[in-house]
């Protein structure tokens, strides 16, 4: 059975299991795709949904595309494992188990990577939909906001921590380069959104009494 055919508490249950898998890696893409979703909901019950549709759809995409991703990280992961448990006792043998790592290695950094830019590209629907978000679902929009801060962290650590062991440096930079990048300029820009949702709900009075 996949991750992604799992009830939510047995996916809890399985990261939190005496296992490699699942990890980090699709623990991020979860929480981008529950950010999405949450924008899908917000995106549905705008005054206007058709106003939206082209968003809607944008978004639908995006989100599976994440829930894909969780399995797919998990994979990944269990490929860099297999690879690093082949013989190695000739130089033939040496070379084909180094090759097939380093193979490994690079999914298992472009598979978080794509986490992170997919997550981050949901950016611009957010702000598009935040004028027109009901009052009572501003909240939503926020919690949104936080999900895609941390699958876009989450996913940088993953990136992070397999980019470290890829030879070809070359190739290496450039991705954790794009993924920096992506990660600072997304960061920033949903912190605000959840600063505005924030003070747009304000302190209740009685917290002060």
Not at 109 to 138: F, G, H, Q, W
Request: proline share 2%; hydrophobic share 45%; aromatic share 6%.
């Amino acid at each position: 059975m996949s991750l992604t055919e799992l009830s939510l508490e047995s996916f809890i249950n399985a990261l939190s299991a005496r296992e490699s898998v699942p990890g980090g890696g699709s623990a991020a893409a979860s929480a981008g795709a529950m950010g999405v979703a949450l924008l899908l909901m917000v995106a549905k019950y705008t005054d206007d949904s058709g106003k939206f549709k082209s968003i809607i759809d944008a978004l639908e995409d995006e989100k599976n595309s994440l829930i894909l991703l969780i399995n797919r990280d998990a994979e990944a992961f269990k490929t860099v494992m297999e690879a690093y448990k082949l013989p190695k006792n000739t130089d033939e043998e040496k070379k084909l188990r180094e090759e097939k790592v380093q193979a490994a290695l690079r999914e298992a950094a472009d598979v978080p990577y794509d986490t992170l830019r997919t997550s981050a590209l949901a950016i611009k629907y957010i702000e598009m939909l935040e004028s027109d978000c009901k009052k009572n679902m501003i909240s939503d929009l926020g919690v949104s906001a936080s999900l895609l801060i941390s699958a876009i962290e989450s996913a940088y650590l993953n990136v992070l921590i397999n980019v470290a062991l890829i030879r070809d440096k070359e190739f290496a930079q450039a991705l954790l380069t794009d993924a920096t990048s992506i990660k600072v300029s997304s960061i920033k820009i949903l912190e605000h959104i959840f600063k505005r949702v924030e003070g747009s709900l304000g302190s209740p009075s009685w917290i002060f009494d």
